[in-house]
């Protein structure tokens, strides 16, 4: 059997004051399409970023494509785009092709200059979010949802084995959100991608995922997105509080 | 002019310094602008002066380092100040900018210890602060020379780590670059571009010429290397402006540089606005 992509072995964060994450183990199969579900605060971001490497759990272990995290080399396999992205310095010069072809940095190694392919890679990452036409505009004159839309191509650029979203279609407008949640699942289907997205979009990505994660501090569910409605009313109520009627039809529309 | 510089070697030692330094400060200048380190390296030029005026202090009072180009422990100060800058803002992680006080105030004190200190220095301590176009000596010259083969190295072989840095910190990091490390070496090579430039615009002036000639190029750019291209130009414009002022009217060439590129700044925001103005008349 091929090693998961991600593995995450008993972990827990805490940060200064806050209990982020508690006891969590989950794993993610090439292929997936797996939605991290869960309220405000609940750990969601701080979870890819442990998978991401940018914070070094409190407790347990990670392993990246059946490698230790701490010795894995090829983050050029993984690609994110972050919550708040738009929290780049807004004023910031630079084309944008320039900040799409960033993301070929590490995949084009230290001391390298971009190939000469470059370009046409960019291209073909915009068309994917359907931004060809912006290529020589600046980021700084873009709408927030067009440089979503940019930092998801970025995401794109180096062909990632496995693409870690955090709400990327914060900003974006509801027909694009269609749109960019279906390139997500042509992604998967026909490339192969394998996609972990966190989202509060739920009703509109339920169609598109394999696998949902309920998260708050631990994983209150992981599994096929049919098997949701096996939760008892108690974990729910344990997962999410009081709003969880919205999120009852996932497992059983398709189940 | 050109006459002068080919017959007086501490002209051509002041123009040699000032058109290798318009071209470092302002690459350079680019990246700390959209870094927003713009008063780290305010900081960093005072710190400068503190060692400036401690390596003057002590080739006054040890015989054995009387001939010490100041220049040296100049930028060991700096390079200090810029690793001790960087501690300071991992302990304050949420108030990083605390560390630009407290290591320019350091600066100060103990410059104005070491100034007073060090006898005769008030003669000296105009052309530190402001520039000098006579003061350049060709060991100057040399150290700011090595210091630019430094620099240009540097940017040449990380630049599209430097961009991806520069533009958004933590995709860097996610992304698996060396980040931490490629910002160290980013520190360390300010401090020495901030010592180098020293000489010819004066401690005071230095992060002018690293974030004036930017700030104007910004106004007229849309990509990032057009932005590098036309801030060094701009760059370039000010320090040759300001030298050869600075030579026919004896005056200190960091106010002219600086002044000159403030004018150049004025004049791109004008020309701006009435492109601006042009467009929409032509719309409406
Ligand atoms: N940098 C930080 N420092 C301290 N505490 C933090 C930090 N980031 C997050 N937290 C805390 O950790 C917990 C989990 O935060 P996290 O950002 O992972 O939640 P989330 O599920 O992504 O929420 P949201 O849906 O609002 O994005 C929260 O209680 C939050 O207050
Ligand atoms: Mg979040």
Not at chain 1, 157 to 185: R, S, W
Not at chain 2, 64 to 88: D, K, M, T, Y
């Amino acid at each position: 059997m091929v090693a998961p992509l991600i593995d995450i072995k008993d972990i827990s964060f805490e940060y200064e004051q806050t209990k982020a994450l508690h006891n969590i183990s989950m794993k993610v199969e090439e292929g997936d399409f797996l939605a991290i579900l869960g309220p405000n605060g609940s750990g969601k971001s701080t979870l890819l970023k442990i998978m991401l490497g940018l914070i070094k759990p409190s407790k347990g272990k990670i392993e990246l494509f059946g490698v230790d995290a701490k010795n894995f080399k090829n983050r050029e396999w993984i690609g994110y785009v972050s919550q708040k992205s738009n929290s780049f310095n807004s004023g910031f010069p630079a084309t944008v092709e320039e900040v799409v072809a960033g993301g070929l940095a590490k995949k084009t190694g230290l001391f390298h200059r971009l190939p000469k392919s470059a370009h046409q890679q960019v291209a073909e990452a915009l068309e994917a979010v359907g931004m060809q036409d912006f290529m020589g505009r600046s980021v700084s004159e873009l709408s927030g949802g067009q440089q979503q839309r940019i930092f998801i191509a970025r995401a794109l650029v180096a062909k990632p084995k496995i693409l870690i979203l955090d709400e990327p279609t914060v900003g974006v407008d509801h027909q694009n959100v269609q749109a960019f949640y279906d390139m997500l699942a042509s992604l998967n289907r026909d490339k192969n991608i394998t996609l972990v997205l966190v989202t509060h979009d739920v009703d509109t990505v339920t169609d598109r995922i394999t696998h949902v994660a309920c998260l708050n501090q631990t994983i209150h569910f992981h599994g096929f997105k049919e098997q949701l409605h096996t939760m008892s009313d108690e974990q729910r109520e344990a997962w999410y509080g009081h709003s969880v009627r919205k999120i009852h039809h996932i497992g059983g529309s398709h189940a | 002019m050109i006459e002068a510089i080919l017959s007086y070697e501490f002209l051509q030692n002041a123009f040699a310094a000032g058109l290798i330094i318009g071209i470092i400060a302002p690459l350079l200048g680019v990246f700390i602008v959209v870094r927003r380190l713009s008063l780290i390296a305010d900081a960093l030029s005072h710190v400068t002066l503190a060692g400036i005026a401690g390596s003057l202090y002590l080739s006054q009072s040890v015989a054995s380092l009387a001939l010490l180009n100041p220049l040296f422990l100049g930028i060991a100060a700096s390079v200090a100040g810029s690793v001790l800058i960087e501690r300071l803002r991992s302990l304050y992680k949420h108030y990083e900018e605390l560390a630009i006080p407290i290591i320019l105030s350091a600066g100060i004190g103990f410059g104005a210890i070491f100034i007073s200190l060090a006898q005769g220095f008030s003669n000296d301590l105009f052309g530190y602060l402001f520039g000098s176009v006579s003061a350049v000596s060709r060991e100057d010259l040399l150290i700011v020379a090595g210091i630019a083969v430094v620099v240009l190295a540097f940017i040449y072989f990380f630049f599209k780590e430097l961009f991806v840095l520069s533009f958004d910190d933590e995709y860097a990091r996610a992304s698996g670059l060396p980040a931490k490390w490629i910002h160290f070496m980013f520190m360390i090579i300010t401090a020495l571009v901030i010592a180098g430039s020293m000489r010819i615009v004066g401690i005071l002036l230095v992060s002018s010429l690293m974030t004036i000639p930017v700030a104007t190029a910004m106004r007229v750019t849309k990509s990032f290397k057009q932005t590098i291209i036309l801030s060094i130009v701009f760059g370039e414009i000010s320090v040759i402006t300001g030298l050869v002022t600075a030579f026919y009217f004896d005056l200190a060439p960091g106010g002219t540089i600086v002044v000159t590129s403030i004018f150049l700044l004025l004049l791109v925001i004008i020309y701006k606005k009435i492109m601006v103005s042009l467009k929409k008349g032509a719309i409406a």
